[in-house]
């Protein structure tokens, strides 16, 4: 009888815990967090607004003209100017950062490879 108890009482417990997390996504009362409310969105209104070239315009321009694959993008300042690091691999291995200017989508700068 009391495994019976222990049971159900390690059932209800969990089903409690579980029903507490359950939450809208996004909870639009509180501030974001992580991508959610942070650069994504930011970077969203800069290309609406026409301050921002697209990123997929970016790693198709880079795609075009480097053979390889990209692994990742981060967005920072180079130079005073908002830009795009982008980390992309070549056929052989070796790892390429192409520095892109965000606003015009020009490469300022290849480094590695």
């Not at 579980?18 to 942070?38: K, M, S, T």
Request: hydrophobic fraction near 45%.
């Amino acid at each position: 009888m009391k495994r019976l108890l222990s049971i159900l009482v390690l059932s209800a417990a969990a089903a409690a815990s579980g029903a507490a997390h359950a939450q809208p996504w996004p909870d639009v009362d509180r501030p974001g967090l992580g991508a959610y409310g942070g650069d994504q969105d930011r970077a969203r209104a800069a290309v609406r607004a026409g301050r921002q070239a697209p990123l997929s315009r970016v790693l198709a321009m880079i795609a075009s003209r480097t053979p390889g694959r990209h692994l990742n993008t981060t967005q920072g300042e180079f130079g005073g100017r908002p830009a795009f690091f982008v980390q992309w691999q070549m056929p052989d291995g070796r790892m390429v950062i192409f520095v892109v200017d965000a606003e015009s989508g020009a490469i300022l700068s290849r480094q590695g490879g």
